[in-house]
């Protein structure tokens, strides 16, 4: 699978700095495949509107793998003895986290069509 971004572009264009060389396609495949999930697949040009999209969801990935509670929300915090707990439904594969990895691409999706979930009969 060929990602849709470039190093180059997500260095230069974007501006990314979360993700050095070495580890970047890695993420930016997961990225791609994420953005593909998001569009239903429809992705025939990649344009700069899917370029960016799938830089934010790489920064948004980066910064989960990270910290492993970036996108967690609080559920509880004691502060005698620090004791914190996370809203597990905001982890890598739940309902929350797709709607924040979703909610991270649409100002980039938005304009471009290939959010409609509904049936497009023009082709078919």
């Known amino acids: ?4 971004v470039g190093y180059d572009f997500y260095h230069k264009s974007w ?3 979360l993700v050095k060389e070495a580890a970047f396609d890695n993420i930016a495949i ?3 495949c994420e953005i593909d999930r998001m569009t239903f697949g ?3 040009e ?3 509107n899917i370029r960016m999209a799938t830089c934010a969801v790489i920064d948004f990935i980066k910064k989960n793998e990270e910290s492993g509670t970036e996108c967690l929300g609080k559920k509880s915090e004691t502060v005698g003895n620090l004791s914190v707990t996370y809203d597990e439904s905001m982890k890598e594969g739940n ?3 797709q709607k924040l990895l979703y909610k991270t691409a649409y100002p980039y999706l938005l304009k471009t069509g290939l959010l409609y979930r509904g ?3 023009i082709g078919y």
């Open 1 to 4: 699978m060929v990602p849709y």
């Open 15 to 17: 501006g990314g700095s």
């Open 30 to 32: 997961k990225a791609t």
């Open 42 to 44: 429809r992705i025939m």
């Open 46 to 48: 990649v344009d700069d």
């Open 95 to 97: 309902d929350g986290y």
């Open 119 to 121: 049936v497009n009969s």
